[in-house]
DNA sequence: CCTCCACTGGAAACCTAGGCTC
DNA sequence: GAGCCTAGGTTTCCAGTGGAGG
């Protein structure tokens, strides 16, 4: 037994020693790599750099809103551009404060990444808004810091939370006497506005940037682009960089897509101790994203929201509110755990819906009510593996 | 056209964890 | 350490609703 265990490691081990180096330079693939040359986003990075210029001469900068669907580029254009500017903002205590609030997805966690990039303690709870906004504005008045914030998702906080949060910041230079603080928000919602009180509208869309999606034919040369660099020489077929791009500029031009799957891939075929990323390593890729994917979302689940899930994998397809809040009762009663409500159920439901585990739409039976039709959009095999990880749900898994 | 089901989803009350003040 | 405060999550309450069936 040992000795067929040893053999099969040596076998991987040999493998990844004799199989050719494929990436040479994997930050390249990162996403939080921000390359030299941005191709096909000067006109954007030249009106953000226009807006926010200002603060070299110590004066405030406009607040500013960058559109875009996810991959056209807003995060690495508004990270390229404020750090640029950093480099060149020697006369001033500049600080780029970055994010993203579906992360930090609350006012408060908001306030405490600000808080973080200037060096300020706040306890993670305990104060109210109004007190942390007090503290951080006497801060960085004292400081005499110049921050430009950029917040990215902005449209999940304000649809999520309000936009209370984001008035506040908008007025808190009121207070600030010296130093500022400018926000840029980046929105994947194009009618995000729509969500917004006018006053916090007017003032922090004194400018706009919208992001159109890259084309095929860019999202290839963005590719090849960071190949030439992340790849060993003749180590990618034109044919895996091809589908890549295709895959990619099929699904609304996402570049950041396009980069994942080539960073994936190269990862596969490394493994695999292949001498050259073909095409099936793309298409391996496309099935490996979309799994992780699903598994990130669903670990970081709470239990209430896995029994819920699991529930609804009890029930037969297209099952409704009150069908599942029925099992789920009873798994609750198995593994022990506390029954939360039927109206908290309801909330949790558009929850998954939103994450993209299940979809729930709102039907009509005439006389028989209204209710949500759920129905998984996950393979259920895929949903018991993780379910099975957790603590509490494997007892009855 | 009206009724009435099985919910939805808004609003307010309530609970809990944690910090602040004295 | 008691008594206060707040944010965030949950419960409670309830008005609102789309449309099949009478």
Redesign the pocket.
Known sequence: MVGESKEILDDVFQKILTGKKIIVDPTVLNNDYIPNKLPYREKQIVSVGQSIALVLKGNKCSNLLLYGKTGTGKTVVARYVTEKLLERASNIKLIISYSNTRISN????ILLDLANSVDLKI?????????VLKRLSIHISQKKYFIILILDEIDYLVKT?GDDLLYDLTRINENLQPGFLSVIGISNDLNFKEFLNPRVLSSLSEEEIVFPPYTAIEIKSILQQRASIAFEKESISQGAINLCSALAGSEHGDARRAVDLLRIAAELAEREGANKLEENHIRLAVQRIEQDRINDALTSL?V?AKSVLFSILESNSNC????V?DNYKIICKKIGI???????I??I??ELDLLGIIT?S?V?????????KITNTVTPQIIKEVLKEDQVLSIIL
């Open positions: 609350t006012g408060y966690r306890p993670f709870t305990g104060l109210s808004i109004g007190e939370h709470p209430q409704t509110t009150g069908e809040y506390e029954i939360l409500t039927q109206r908290r309801s909330s439901l558009s729930a709102i009509s039976h005439g006389r028989y009510g209204r209710t949500k």
